[in-house]
Structure formats: C-alpha cells, structure tokens
C-alpha cells in the first residue's frame, strides 16, 4: 500500500507537470499571436474606423492618401503607404539605410519607381542623377532611416527644396525626417515632419524615436 500511495503521488506530480509544460507552450504561442496582432493592429487599425493607408477621415474627392513612417534608429525600416497601397517596407524588402523615396504620377497616381540612397556609407551623386530625373508633376514621397545628412550636401538638398521642403537645410546627422512634395509645385509642402537626434531626449540611445504622419494630397488637375 505504501508503495501504491508514493506511485500515485508520483503520478500525480507527472501529470501536473505535463500539463503545466503543455499549458505553458500554449500559453507562448498565445501570447506571441498576441504581440503580432498588437503591432500589426497598431498601424493597420480596425477598418470600421480608419480609411486607406489609416487616414481617420476618408480623403476628399481627388485627393490620394498616404501615410508615411520614417525608420526606427537603424533597426525598424520605414513605411510608405499610397492609396492603400504599401509601396516601400521592410516587409517588401525594398528599404535600406539613408533616404528612402517613392515617385508617383501626380495625375494618375500611378507608381513610377522607388529607390534609396545610403547617405551615410554611400555616395551622393546616385541620389543626385535620381533627383534630376524626376520630371514635373511626379509626386515624392521621402522617409530616412538611420541617417541622411552625412552625405547630403547642398546640391541634392535643393531638389528636396524645390519640391516644397522648407525643413530639408535643417536636417542634420540621424535626425528623423519625412516629406512629401512634388516637382513643380510653386509653394512650401504642408506635408513634412522632423525630429531632432538629441542625446538627451533621444527615445532610443543614439536616435530619436520614429515620426509618421497621414494625409490627402491633392491630385494634379490640367
Ligand atoms: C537637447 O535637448 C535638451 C533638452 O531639451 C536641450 O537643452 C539641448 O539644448 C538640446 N541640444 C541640442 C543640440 O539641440
């Protein structure tokens, strides 16, 4: 009896413990699901209540939204999104460290090309003859990651301003910025955001944390 009694106890311990261990894996793909959902829930919001690319309102007649998202220090890529459509990502593995920008037709809305440029490791000149290219109407859409300044020089800071920049100059080593502007276009972008790289109140150590903005860019009319 006494040997059935410890048998049992025993017993009763395996069982506890098969169960804790298959509680417990479940319990981490549970919450690793849970995370995944969290952060893509987080940028993609329920549809009830957020439009294309996230806009909180539906854009207006003639109107193309998109949401842009600089990079996070040198570890996050960034995002841009037109019309719905995701047109550069980490995830589309068509981002790198530097400048990343994406050309639409300002008519149609149509993709023309997307590039980046490291500005950091790189060289400026790729950048340049990419920006000079560009012809009038097209639509520019820009997001950094990691660092654009180092090499940007004031050549290629001037196509930024001429498509309605008005903080490009500003920029300098690792701050975040993102713009969107178009060539031609007679006056500043509403459309243009910029962070600082300041040690002090940097979210992450040697950069400061991400920006993002949403909006509806007015389709081009002749
Ligand atoms: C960094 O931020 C601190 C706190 O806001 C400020 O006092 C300092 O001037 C900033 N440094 C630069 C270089 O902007």
Known sequence: MRLA??????VVFITVGVTWFIASNF?????????????????????????????SQ??????????IESGAANVVGPRIC??????????????????????????????????YFNMYSGDVKPLIDFMAKIKPGTLVLAASYDDIATKMNPEARKYFTEMG???????????NWIFAGAKGIQE???????????????????WPELIAMTGCIPQKMD
């Open 82 to 115: 037109f019309e719905g459509k995701i047109l550069m990502s980490s995830v589309k593995n068509n981002v790198g460290p530097g400048i990343n920008i994406a050309l639409l037709d300002g008519a149609t809305g149509e993709e023309i090309e997307t590039n």
């Open 27 to 55: 319990l981490n793909i549970d919450w690793n699901l849970k995370l995944l959902k969290g952060r893509e829930t987080k940028d993609a919001a329920p549809r009830v209540l957020t439009y294309k690319c996230g806009t």
């Open 188 to 206: 500043k972008s509403p459309f243009e955001q910029y962070i600082k790289n300041n040690g002090t109140v940097n979210k992450y150590e040697g």
């Open 5 to 10: 009694g410890v048998l049992r106890v025993v």
């Open 165 to 175: 920049s008005s903080l490009i100059d500003t920029v300098k080593f690792r701050d």
């Open 58 to 67: 539906p854009c207006p007649k003639n109107h193309f939204a998109f949401k």
